[in-house]
């Protein structure tokens, strides 16, 4: 079945700690790809997108995503997270002949230990 | 530049009343895009509008739910005869026909609660 797959819920680092968050796609073409945050209560900002070319991309805030064609993986990457990175970080999908409708994974949350 | 805005954000309503969701996109941004996003689960797309056009509705459910986008004003969302069930976050996004519907830029959404 096509899916968005975040297999982590929950991952907890420490302040100052590199980050990786996982996203797993299961389309038969590559979908365009993205990375949003949610802070709570509120909606979602854009991390980064891929739709072509270099496959690492570099977005706000110091992220990084890394799209891995064999994997059908597109990594989120922080190398020190900082405590005002805790929020809820999803992986969405754009499917080229599905023009407008972005497919979301479930979410990870991620909470920073001082 | 104020982004897009969705009032209310927080919306109560009893078993079978209608609840009414708006959305204003940003200036210049003529797609509408309306998500929902229930308890602990990631958002699942619903429908996607142009002005006065229901371009893609595959994710509306077949009742009781409608959105429309009129040529002035906002986008608004309309479930009628409300169920628990609907409890939920519902967010809007928009898009500048220039840099395509990828780029989609998200408001604060509306959380309905439905006693």
């Known amino acids: 079945a096509q899916s968005v797959t975040q297999p982590d819920i929950h991952i907890t680092v420490s302040e100052g700690a590199s980050l990786e968050l996982r996203c797993n796609y299961s389309?038969?073409?590559?979908?365009?790809l993205f990375w949003y945050v949610q802070s709570p209560g509120q909606g979602l900002q854009l991390l980064l997108k891929?739709?072509?070319?270099?496959?690492l991309v570099q977005g706000i805030k110091g992220f990084e995503a890394e799209f891995k064609r064999s994997q059908s993986s597109f990594n989120l990457r922080k190398p020190s997270v900082h405590w005002s990175d805790a929020a809820e970080y999803f992986c969405a999908v754009g499917l080229y002949n599905q023009g407008g409708k972005l497919i979301f994974g479930q979410g990870t949350e991620l909470s920073v230990k001082p | 530049n104020a982004g897009v805005m969705q009032n209310p954000r927080h919306l109560v309503r009893r078993r079978g009343q209608e609840a009414r969701l708006r959305c204003s996109p940003m200036k210049g941004h003529s797609h509408v895009y309306w998500y929902r996003q229930l308890p602990e689960e990631g958002l699942k797309f619903m429908v996607y509008?142009?002005?006065?056009?229901?371009?893609?509705e595959s994710g509306m459910p077949k009742e009781r739910f409608s959105a429309e986008f009129p040529k002035e004003g906002p986008s608004i969302l309309r479930i009628q005869q409300v169920v628990r069930g609907d409890s939920a976050a519902y967010f809007c996004?928009?898009?500048?026909?220039?840099?395509?519907?990828?780029?989609?830029?998200f408001g604060p959404g509306t959380r309905l609660t439905v006693l």
């Open positions: 389309y038969g073409a590559t979908p365009y």
């Open positions: 996004a928009s898009s500048n026909p220039g840099t395509g519907f990828w780029e989609q830029f």
């Open positions: 891929y739709f072509s070319g270099d496959t």
């Open positions: 509008l142009q002005k006065e056009n229901i371009i893609d």
